[in-house]
């Protein structure tokens, strides 16, 4: 009451400084597994994805095998990236995979005409490709050429990687160093098909999918999981089309770009750092549209394919914002604040939500692109803030789905809202329960009562992240301003679990 009166006296409402709470009601209803692919990750031949990020310079003084970077593949390794797809993006639709075998000197050169018309000398390929993925222990997922591509290419391209039998091109991949298949499953067939990928229409592309696709053979050691390019964002008609025409049976997943920008304008999207709290808001609420989204696609998928055997795939996502000053505005390189850690948290919290359905999402992209997990600067490497999300949520890889109510306070911002909290749990094959937690409010903490059905539990540890404000990056000279820290405000009481969140955090918390 003292308390009370003396915000009185001093101005101040006492609902601007009650505590806000939320509450959330955890059960064991459900035999859903979140899949561990939700987790994956996206490497382009664009900018220094590839070049620079994980193939560098034989004369670069960093551990390296042939001339991956070792340093970037053990922090992937660290958090367990459970595929990583190649070679685009817009570049896979211009690829031509016999450009990138045999001996490397000899590798025809080609313009990269969608990144900075830069020259691309094919020295990363499908063998260096598929090294790279047996060192980070991580399943490939090739996406191939149908907008500027043959269905022979394509076809051949299966059986170069996958034929386990006396052929020419098996002949010629031992020559190039490889005797056994690859086993490759993931499979992409085209990208973005109705922009960079040849400007198709639904009913064209379901056409030439299902052409593309007979080709692209299984072989007795791999069947190929065939993902078809999906919708751009909100084209509810792609999907719509695409499962009418093509359908379960003939796909093993379908797929959804979104990215996540500051503004909503492509012309000028807004910066990466320096941006104050109405840009760390718009970008929160363009975040949350892919709910909708994957609600909405969802949906018209469950129309045609009711027992949910097709896939949705969201194989491109992640926040988009204008390039670093002075970088090559094809290069798409961004740096990457406590912001993007928030949309991270709260995207992969969704698509845990949606594991029904999302048995697979890719973060664009892995290295120096975009929302990246690590950045690089010659030999020096940082490890981002979204690199510490997906390393916080890594214990949700295929653990089972545990349902929740919650009820959440909205952050305002200027007379917009969005909901404060979002949440998303499991049960590892251990027992232990992993809930994380973010708080988007910029200013306030939040305190959140959870109740149990079914679950029982003894102790509680966790681990935040957070940092003093929204728009803080790691940097090569502090690489650490952002990284996770025990975190203190959790603790059981009776049978429920109390937790405070802190403004602007992630919060991932084990029960024991
Ligand atoms: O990730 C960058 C680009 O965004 C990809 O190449 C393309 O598929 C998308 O438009």
Redesign the pocket.
Known sequence: MKKYILLLLAGISYNSYAQKTASVTLSNDSKDTISRHIYGQFA?H?GRGIYGGFWVDKTLPVPKQDRIRLDVVNALKKIKIPNLRWP????ADEYHWRDGVGPRTQRPKMINT?WGGVVEDNSFGTHEFLELCQLLGTAPYISANVGSGTVEEMSKWVEYLNFDGASPLTKERAGNGHLKPYNVEFFGVG??SW??GGNMTPEYYSNEYRRYATYARDYPTAKLKRIASGSNGGDLNWTEVLMKNVGPGRMWGLSL?YYTLPTNNWKVKGPATGFAEEQYFSTLKNSLVMEDLVTKHSAIMDKYDPKKKVALVVD?WGVWTDVEPGTNPGF?YQQNSLRDALVAGTTLNIFNNHCDRIKMAEL??CVNV?QALILTDKEKMLLTPTYYVFDMYKVHQDAQYLPFKLTTPDYEYNGNKIPAVNVSASKDKAGKVHITLVNLDAKNSISVTTEFKDIVWKAVSGQVLTSAGVADINTFAKPLTIAPKTFTGARKDGDKLMVTLPAKSIVALELN
């Open positions: 382009e664009l685009g993006g817009c570049f969608n990208n973005e922009g960079c770009h491109e798409l664009a992209q975009l």
